[in-house]
């Protein structure tokens, strides 16, 4: 049943470059905080809602050329719309945390800085689509790409490369730099986290970061 008195839940975003580790740390941080006796919600970028998954399989096809910068955005922002409205909003509302794999900063990055997509263009579509509802918390998981990259060929094995991974490794090293331009312009939101440890010891410093910042929520839910 829905608790309608609970406070409104935290929404916590991951992001970084593939292969950093994302997925793996979204579910171990959902283990970490239900020890404490909260409730996560994990979900992903593009996708996560019905719809948005939808608009995920045209964009991650791996036998489509990647959309120009422009209609990527649109894309993006049109299932972050769909899955903002039917999943996370409603998640919130109940009280539950939501923990995100990739949201908004993925497109500042993707297409923004390295689509050279003018960032009011974003901005833009970010208040119409998100305005007040974004994360309360995002952290940054920081790696060298070639590792990021291996680690995500690794996994994937014969299964098809989407357009982002085919992309040259000077993209992806300018996009790890992007992503920490964008952490220090909001520290107040964005923790960067080193991911070249195992993957227990960036779950320990993902923890600490969130504890830290989240020390009177975490007591109020534990
Ligand atoms: N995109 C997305 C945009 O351009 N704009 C946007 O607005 C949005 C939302 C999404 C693509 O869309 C782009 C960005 C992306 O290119 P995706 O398939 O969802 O595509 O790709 P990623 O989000 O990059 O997901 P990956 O699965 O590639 O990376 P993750 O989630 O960071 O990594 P994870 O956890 O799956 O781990 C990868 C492998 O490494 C191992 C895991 O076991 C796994 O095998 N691993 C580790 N190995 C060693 N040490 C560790 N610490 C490890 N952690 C995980």
Request: charge should be negative; proline fraction near 5%.
């Amino acid at each position: 049943m829905t608790d309608r008195t609970a406070p409104r839940g935290i929404f916590i975003s991951f992001e970084g470059g593939e292969g950093t580790g994302k997925s793996t740390q979204a579910k171990l941080l959902r283990e970490r905080l239900a020890g404490a006796g909260v409730s996560a919600l994990v979900t992903r970028e593009p996708g996560g809602s019905s719809g948005a998954e939808r608009i995920r399989a045209l964009l991650l096809d791996p036998d489509h050329p990647r959309f120009g910068a422009r209609a990527e955005a649109l894309l993006f922002y049109a299932a972050r719309a769909d899955h903002l409205e039917t999943l996370i909003g409603p998640a919130l509302e109940t009280g539950r945390w939501v923990i995100c794999d990739r949201f908004s900063d993925s497109t500042r990055a993707y297409q923004g800085a390295l689509g050279r997509l003018e960032s009011a263009v974003v901005e833009n579509l970010e208040a119409l689509v998100v305005g007040e509802n974004g994360p309360d918390l995002t952290i940054l998981l920081d790696l060298p790409a070639e590792i990021g990259l291996a680690r995500a060929a690794a996994r994937r094995g014969d299964a098809g490369v989407d357009g982002f991974e085919r992309e040259a490794p000077a993209f992806h090293e300018a996009l790890r730099r992007a992503y920490l331009d964008l952490a220090a312009a909001d520290p107040g939101r964005i923790a960067v986290v080193d991911a070249s440890g195992d993957p227990d010891a960036v779950a320990n410093a993902v923890w600490a970061v969130v504890t830290a910042r989240l020390a009177s929520r975490l007591a109020v839910s534990a």
